[in-house]
Each structure stands twice: as C-alpha cells, then as structure tokens.
C-alpha cells in the first residue's frame, strides 16, 4: 500500500531528515535492566519536552489508554556460508519466507553471484547436516531469492542480527528480543519493545493502562540506507502485518470512550495506520496483509493518538515517520535536545514518548 505516498511534498530531501551526532552516544549494549533507559516525553500540542525515566512510563498515561505493542520475535535470520564450488565467503541475513522453503534474503558481497549458485551454511552443532541453498534470483537492489533444501530450524544454522553499528557482540541475546515476542518472523527487533520489563508491563496494569498486541515481521528497510536524494523517490519495501478482529475491536472502543492508542514503536504505527487505510466499518474485521504503507510528513494518522519510539538514524524511513506524527521542526528541536543531553541512540538507546 503506498497511498501516502501520493502526499509527498515534491521538494522533501532525504537530507532534512540529516543531523550529526557524536559516535559515543551511539548505545553499543542495553542498560543493565530494560526499564532504566530514560525518556524524553514530547507535547505535540505545546511544544514542551520534559525528560523522565522509562521505569515512569505508566505516570504518562491514564486509565483506560490502550498500549499496542509488535509481538513479532527476531529470527536467527544470519548465516555464514560458502560457495560449494569454490570455497567462496558469503553472509546471508533472511528478511522474509516467501513460500515454503524459499526465502528473500540480503547477501553480502553480492555481485560475484550467480543464478544457480550453491552454497553451503554448517550447523552450530555436530549432530546436524549442514545446510544447501540454491540462489534462485538475483535483484538490482542487492537482494537475492533463496531456495532451502526444506524448511529448517533456524537457530541450528545462524544468528540474531545485529545492527551494523552494533559491534560487538552480546553475552546475553535475549537482550535484543522483547519480553513479550512470541511471533518468530523478524529480521530486526521492534525495538522501543526492549524497554519493557515485566516489572513495568504489572506497573502499567496496575495503573490501569491496556495492552494488546499487533504482528509485523520486520525486514529489509530497517537495514537499507535511503540511497536517493527525494524522499518521494524512495521505494519501501513490504512487510507482513496482521492485527486480529479482536484487537481491532479493542482499538475502535478505546477511541470512542474517548482514551488514547499508543503505539509502542514505529513498526506498530505503521501496522495501525495500516489498519486505518481500510474503511472505518471494515475495520473490525482486522488485517493480515503485507504493507507498503509510507509515512510522511503530510501524512494523515487516523489510529494512533501517542508514540513511544527510539531515537532513530539520520535520513532513515523511521525519523521520516516520527517527523510526520510529531512535525520535522519538533523532532528537529527534541534530537538537538536529546545530544546535548546525552541521551544514547538507536537500537540500545533511550526513548521518546511524542503525545
């Protein structure tokens, strides 16, 4: 679905979206509990940032407001293989199974493969064959289609990704899922989920604030660069979602007791606003589709009313989306705020709760 994208100022470049920050504000690990990142709370309506604490989350919210969060768990989606032929290194990272054993993945280097191609990826442990994959296809873009033997469990084979900017590795993995994930199917965590402990999530009952989930298997755009100079020229790739008739349900009677739909990260924004592309009857019925849906400034929200997200990369799809909710000269105004306040960035880091 790309209906947003029919509102796209022409004149938008991937550069307003640009700011510099210092390499050591980059979170190269998570805080030593989930819930003890801080959090810059974000009045859309006064302008106002206020700094506070993740572990205050539920004082920012009232009775009745209905967190949503993405349930979706990261798979083991990195693997190390070589070329059967010739011995060759390459580094697979799966985004997406499109039929049974065939999958999208990203492959590293790309250019000296070919249809055809076998490659060879050994098993974590000596009780297992190792596993073939043919190369089906390969795309402009630097994707490739794969064909498995049969489907397997992955995390004999691979790895959780790390992002990029991440560089070492860590001692505890679960640390880069989410308490709550129980849908194996990401390629990344969703990851303004991280800072929910289960000592916060009693909190938030306790207050009487909601929670329901949503599913969006997160994939390539999360790892690739805006390469083109207008956002209007950007192609953004789909991703599996699906909110039940339940939770759509849920949605539509929090809004009409007048309470608030907080999207907790922006992949369970972009899921919800999804949602909200159906007409306003036909949502009850819930979704399970593959978005395109590209949010931008001049974007118009219908289903989220409040955002809880993390501090985002320059030029990313992500601090587009947040610029849309919030307004690009107040998330410009808040990340200035968050430098000189030191606050830690990206996966690891802190959060923001935009109201």
């Known amino acids: 679905m790309t209906a947003a994208s029919t509102r796209i100022d022409p004149n938008l470049t991937v550069d307003d979206f640009a700011y510099d920050l210092p390499p050591d504000l ?52 990195r693997l190390h293989a070589r070329k059967r032929d010739t011995g060759g290194r390459v580094e697979l990272l799966l985004l997406r199974r499109r039929v049974a054993g065939e999958w999208l993945a990203m492959a590293k280097p790309a250019r000296r493969l070919r249809a055809g191609t076998v490659l060879v990826v050994p098993a974590l442990t000596a009780d297992e ?25 992955l995390e004999r084979y691979g790895e ?10 860590l001692p505890e993995p679960d640390r880069y899922q989410t308490v709550y994930g129980t849908v194996l199917g990401s390629a990344a965590a969703p990851t303004a989920g991280l800072h929910f402990s ?10 009487g604030v909601d929670w329901d989930e949503v599913t969006l298997h997160i994939g390539l755009d999360t790892f690739r660069p805006v390469s083109v100079a207008r956002v209007a020229d950007h192609q953004i790739h789909r991703e599996w979602c699906h909110v039940s008739s339940k939770t759509a349900s849920r949605i539509a009677a929090t809004r009409d007791a007048g309470h608030r739909v907080v999207a907790v990260g922006t992949t369970t924004a972009r899921t919800l606003e999804t949602l909200g592309q159906r007409e306003k009857m036909s949502r009850l019925a819930g979704i399970t589709t593959e978005t395109e ?17 993390n501090f985002h990369l320059p030029r990313s799809t992500l601090l587009v989306m947040v610029s849309s909710f ?18 830690r960035f990206f996966s690891f880091g802190d959060a923001m709760l935009i109201l």
């Open 129 to 153: 064959p190792d596993l073939e994959i043919e190369i089906l296809d390969l795309d402009h873009d630097g994707t490739v289609l794969l064909a498995f033997q049969n489907d397997v469990r």
């Open 26 to 77: 980059i979170a190269q690990s998570p805080p030593n509990e989930r819930d003890q990142s801080r959090l810059m709370v974000v009045d859309r309506a006064s302008g106002e940032i206020v700094h506070s604490s993740m572990q205050r989350l539920p004082t920012w919210l009232d009775r009745g407001d209905l967190l949503i969060a993405n349930n979706s768990r990261v798979m083991s989606a």
């Open 293 to 309: 849906l590209f949010i931008v400034p001049g974007y118009q929200w219908t289903m989220v009313d409040a955002l809880l997200t």
């Open 326 to 343: 919030a307004g690009r000269s107040l998330i410009r105004t808040a990340y200035q705020n968050a430098i000189r306040e030191r606050y």
């Open 198 to 207: 289960l000592n916060l999530l009693e909190s938030l009952r306790a207050r």
């Open 160 to 169: 959780v990704p790390l992002p990029p900017y991440i560089h070492a590795s």
